[in-house]
């Protein structure tokens, strides 16, 4: 729970925050470079299956992903590595081919998907940590000729180094990890979480030969003007595999957010500061708050256009998204109270099998599949209540995604304690219109902002702050922020009418219903955890 300042009313723990823009297009989408003429290429690699490290979940989902949106947008060059076929002779052959037969003004995209790790730098003081990042292909091992069957980071830059001195366009999405760190430790009721991260490798016998030379170790993306990069996490974070509604697997979010930008874009170009804020926010909001991706340059640059897209067709009616929630139940004597839970498609699984939620029945809590706490849980009336949360804030995560809104939350994204200060940032909603909500873990709603209908929902300033006291009860909350041109008042007027009731699923309807109206509203999340 929190105070709010200077209100103070109560809020339950973990946050999401959302800036309206909703709905699905059935539409024709073609991308472009960001110029006149010249043509997209691709190489794209997903691999789940190592043969020597643990597999992972979500990354041959993720080049698919890619691979589909790029194909319907129009994109005919196309390398797709896939598991055992991502080899290191073939991606060294994939990326030689683009070097040599792309021309000025095109663009190439290179997307990974996998694992990542750390070894000594090869080149002396080229790291300021002494570390080089390390892109594992399927057959990597430790020694013997196994060692080849890697990517080092000063080969990347080689590549783009030589792609970006013909003018061409580099965009560069790294949805893997290189170090161990996290904001929020995991519970250890939670499910095996999945990370894209191999640890520090040290090498036998290495074997590879590679294609860059001790002048591409001193490069960075800063040096290369036409180049664009996205990584899932800083080189000191783990990347988590999280789950989407309506994905089939867990996925990585970045990889997601990528693909998202190309068939949920609006006509015209995207710079690199759209694209940069768009996948961070997505990221952000679909990994919880556990990931804030690195984007380079970082010594500014993000006017530049980096691709454009030409949209045709009108948008469609959203489909409902059927979600089904996999409930795990730990330390249930009486099974038969899970009866009622199917018929609300509630699928309880086994211990083994992948949960979205999972129900510590002894302690009466609710947790999420990476061990934070949702709420007190203490009968099956309560889990419909938070499952009904969980599908109304995946289906409101969906309507982000055509017109997203950055939220943040500072100081940083770590579980926070009873009795500290949070506080929810929104920025660029200079004279604009906020609403502003809480879901709280059990699925409570509650109107935040503005309070009353005579009070001013416009704000100013380009930066809304909501100051935050951490209280009992601990957990999850939800908090929706609904930007828009004009004033909804009444959005608002209904808002009121719910407020203080378990009432996640009517808060859905109300926005989808809006947002068809209001299409240039925003929507954007974002999530705290507390505990005492």
């Not at 109560?10 to 800036?19: E, K, M, P, R």
């Amino acid at each position: 729970m929190f105070w709010k300042f200077p209100y103070r009313p109560t809020l339950a723990v973990a946050l999401w925050v959302l800036v309206l823009g909703c709905s699905a297009f059935a539409r024709s989408i073609q991308l472009l470079p960001p110029g006149e003429g010249g043509q997209v290429r691709a190489v794209i690699v997903g691999i789940d299956k190592y043969k020597n490290y643990k597999n992972l979940l979500g990354a041959v989902a993720d080049a698919r992903d890619i691979q589909r949106t790029l194909t319907l947008a129009g994109v005919t060059d196309l390398v797709v590595l896939i598991d055992q076929d991502a080899t290191r002779q073939r991606f060294e052959s994939a990326m030689g081919r683009i070097v040599e037969v792309s021309t000025p003004g095109d663009l190439v995209v290179v997307s990974f998907a996998g694992h990542g790790a750390q070894m000594p730098e090869q080149v002396k003081g080229s790291e300021a940590d002494g570390m080089d990042e390390v892109f594992l292909l399927a057959g990597f091992s430790e020694h013997g000729s196994g060692t080849s069957e890697r990517i080092l980071d000063d080969e990347l830059h080689s590549w783009m180094s030589r792609l970006d001195k013909k003018g061409v366009n580099v965009l560069f999405i790294a949805d893997t990890c290189h170090g161990g760190g996290l904001m929020r430790k995991p519970d250890f009721r939670a499910a095996d979480i999945s990370y894209r991260w191999a640890g520090t490798v040290s090498l036998i016998d290495d074997s590879l030969k590679p294609v860059s030379t001790e002048q591409d170790a001193s490069l960075t993306v800063n040096d290369l003007p036409n180049v664009t990069f996205l990584a899932a996490v800083d080189k000191y974070s783990k990347a988590p595999e999280v789950f989407i509604s309506g994905s089939a697997t867990k996925r990585g979010a970045l990889s997601y957010a990528f693909a998202r930008s190309i068939d949920r874009g609006q006509n015209g170009a995207v710079t690199r500061g759209q694209l940069f804020k768009f996948a961070r926010q997505l990221t952000y909001q679909y990994s919880q708050t556990q990931q804030s991706i690195s984007t380079e340059p970082s010594r500014g640059g993000l006017d530049k256009p980096i691709f454009r897209l030409s949209v045709s067709g009108e948008p469609e009616e959203e489909a409902e998204v059927a979600t089904e929630i996999r409930l795990k139940a730990m330390y249930l004597s009486d099974r038969s109270l899970l009866a009622s839970l199917e018929a609300v498609r509630i699928k309880v699984v086994t211990e083994n099998e992948p949960a979205d939620l999972i129900w510590d029945v002894s302690k009466g809590e609710l947790l999420n599949e990476v061990g934070d706490l949702i709420s007190s849980c203490r009968t099956t009336a309560d889990v419909v209540a938070i499952v009904e949360r969980t599908r109304a804030m995946a289906a409101i995560a969906l309507m982000s995604e055509r017109a997203v809104q950055e939220i943040r939350l500072l100081p940083n994204d770590r579980r926070f304690h009873g009795g500290e200060l949070a506080s929810f940032r929104i920025d660029g909603i200079s004279k604009k219109f906020l609403i502003l909500l809480n879901v709280t873990g059990d699925g409570e709603v509650r109107l935040l902002f503005p309070v009353r209908s005579m009070d001013s929902a416009l704000v100013q300033s380009g930066t809304f702050e909501l100051p935050l006291k951490v209280n009992e009860p601990y957990g999850t909350d939800a908090i929706i922020a609904i930007v828009s041109d004009e004033r909804l008042l009444d959005l608002e007027s209904q808002l009121n009418r719910i407020t203080g009731q378990r009432s996640a699923n009517s808060l859905r309807l109300l926005m989808a219903s809006h947002l068809r109206v209001n299409r240039s509203a925003r929507v954007g999340l974002a999530s705290v955890f507390t505990s005492r």
